[in-house]
Nanobody
């Protein structure tokens, strides 16, 4: 299993950024995936998840600002982020939920991509 995130960078408050996660080594189209993030000095935080049928979920603080999507033809999930705030600064990871039903935990996680929101 391999998960490779990309698209991070430095963005000004209020700006937008789209992250990608290219997946391989498992049946992507049948798998749920999720985005996690870890801010400096803090623990892992769940951001969003998408089921194999395209059903999406968001943490309350991201609802309306972030959009998760998937392209099964490219084995890739995306996280479109807008109205970014300094508190969105974190390393963003994509992961495979350990429990496909509840989407809790993760069995595999990528190496992460840094997002910094600063003026």
């Amino acid at each position: 299993v391999q998960l490779v995130e990309s698209g991070g960078g430095l963005v000004r408050p209020g700006g937008s950024l789209t992250l990608s996660c290219a997946a391989s080594g498992f049946t992507f189209s049948r798998s749920a995936l999720k985005w996690l993030r870890q801010a400096p000095g803090k623990g892992l935080e769940w951001v969003s998840a998408i089921r194999s049928d395209g059903t999406t979920y968001y943490a309350d603080s991201m609802e309306g600002r972030f959009t998760i999507s998937r392209d099964n033809a490219k084995n890739t999930i995306y996280l479109q982020m807008s109205s970014l705030k300094p508190e969105d600064t974190a390393v963003y990871y994509c992961a495979i939920p350990r429990d496909a039903s509840t989407l809790f935990g993760y069995s595999y996680r990528g190496q992460g991509t840094q997002v910094t929101v600063s003026s």
